[in-house]
Structures are given as C-alpha cells and as structure tokens.
C-alpha cells in the first residue's frame, strides 16, 4: 500500500477516482462524509446509491437522493449496470461501500450481482484493486462471519465503522470523521480528519 497523500483539489487534469457504494443498511451518514472527505483530498468520486439506501438516506438524515447526488462528482442509477463503474477498463483506485448491508456483502460474496452497486464491487475485485466493506451489523451469526473470511480471502477488506474513543470525540460529527478517515488511509489518501495514535496523541 502506498504511503498516506495529501491531494489538492483542482491541481491537475486527471484526478484519481473513487468508487463509493452507499447499501440500504443504518449508517448513511459514513457515505455522506465519505463524498465530502474525497472532495476534501481531490478525488473523484462516482457514486451508486442502492434503492434500499435512498430510503434509509431519508429517514436518517432528512436528505434527499438530489443532494447526495450533489455531493458527488459523478452518479449512476444502481439500475444502470452498463455504467462505466461496471467495467475494469475503467480506472480506478477502488471502491468503498459505506455503509455495507448485510446483502451487498453476500451478493458481492457469491459473484451473484443484481445491480450495479454489487457488479462494480465484483469488477473491483477481479481486478485486483482495493474494496473496502464497512459492513453496519451486529449482533453477527456464523454464516455473517463466514461470509466476511471468504471475502477477505477473496481481497476485500472488511471495515466495521468501530468508534476510536482514544481520539476523544466530542460530537458524533467526530466519530464519523475519524472512521471515514481511517478507511480513507486503506486507499492512501489523508483526509486529515484521524487523530493518530502516537502522534496526535501523548
């Protein structure tokens, strides 16, 4: 894994691209920030929202589809499964679905994809590049579990949003920025949100 970049928005032509899947579970708040943090670095994020998501994106946080879209560089109808997303032509530094559903995470297990969100998962992996999982349940059954080995197996790296209370949040706008944050450094890029251990801290 490359070391942690800073990149500033605007600098140059081409930026590099971040695939960001919000799923319908609880948590739509990771998948806002996660889209404010690329702008923030300078990446270029294409989003796919689920069906399921929009939902739980309304009654969490009042948002409409039409903001989150906005927030966004680039957006795909999760119908849409010939989207450029959908193809490893398409580069990318890889793709981040925040927050996971239980069924996103089975879906992309299996190969078995139903639309667009899990297909550019799949392509994700089959193309070596990095997918991350911030899969939002609990309690967990052993198939859950066994489903999040054999996705590790398969590449992908399974990132729980767990709070760092080391960092001593004072607002839960605090804890989502640190756990944003810290998937941000499995791609890389330092969204200068984390408190770090041994640095920021005594």
């Known amino acids: 894994m490359p070391a942690l970049v800073s990149l500033s928005a605007g600098k140059t032509e ?30 270029e994020s294409h989003l796919i929202v689920s069906d399921a998501a929009a939902r739980t994106l309304a009654y969490e946080t009042g948002m409409t589809l039409a903001a989150l879209r906005d927030r966004a560089d680039h957006w ?3 119908a849409d499964i010939g989207a450029a997303p959908a193809s490893g032509s398409f580069p990318t530094l890889g793709m981040v679905v925040a927050p996971c559903s239980i069924r996103t995470m089975s ?3 299996t190969g078995v994809t139903s639309s667009l969100l899990t297909r550019a998962a799949d392509v994700t992996l089959k193309e070596r590049r990095r997918l991350v999982l911030m899969v939002r349940e609990t309690p967990l059954h052993g198939g859950h579990l066994r489903t999040m080995a054999q ?4 590449g992908a790296v399974i990132a729980p949003p767990v709070p760092a209370f080391y960092a001593r949040p004072e607002s ?7 756990t944003v944050g810290r998937v941000l450094d499995l791609f890389g890029l330092d969204s200068g949100t984390v408190r770090r251990w041994g640095g920021d801290e005594a």
């Open 107 to 109: 879906e992309i297990a």
């Open 76 to 78: 795909y109808a999760s």
């Open 14 to 43: 081409k930026r590099p691209r971040l695939v960001v899947g919000i799923s319908g579970a609880s948590g739509a708040v990771y998948g806002i920030e996660m889209l404010d943090g690329l702008r923030r670095v300078g990446v």
């Open 151 to 154: 996705l590790t197996d398969m």
């Open 172 to 178: 839960l706008a605090d804890m989502v920025a640190h």
